[in-house]
């Protein structure tokens, strides 16, 4: 009677150890956020080696916790390599980290995503007026919508 005390708690921390989730996980995440350091969401984040591309959420938070092989079906990602993860969503600069993933749980940097920039410059066409005198015909619609 005095040995089951003694084992009970042993069973339930070899049970916790064995729950899933609890131990040899293994996942790759991260956060995509703005230059003010807001959270961005839809936007695309592949991993490279790996055929794994996915979407940031509302807290442009995302979680990598598998591959696809030559077929695309799910596998584990690989111990002890070296990845590139690239981010993109239109209107900004992709970015790209490389990585080394050992095992387990990594948690990257967050990726901090910059806007394309348009630089503007003037027209070297001349564009003079008395070279057009009938400005009642256009290629499109008026102001009217006619």
Known sequence: MDEIPLRLPSLLL???ALAPGCAGKRLITGQVVDRNGQPMDRVIVSLDPGGVELITD???AFTIDYLRDEEGERIKL????DYTLEVFRTGYHVERRDFYYKR???L??????KEDTIQLRPSEDVIDPERFPDRTHSAGSNYEGE
């Not at 690989?78 to 390599?81: A, V, Y």
């Open 104 to 106: 387990g749980e990594l």
């Open 58 to 60: 509302s807290a442009g």
């Open 78 to 81: 690989d111990k002890k390599t």
């Open 14 to 16: 070899l049970g916790l």
């Open 108 to 113: 990257l940097e967050p990726v901090t995503m």
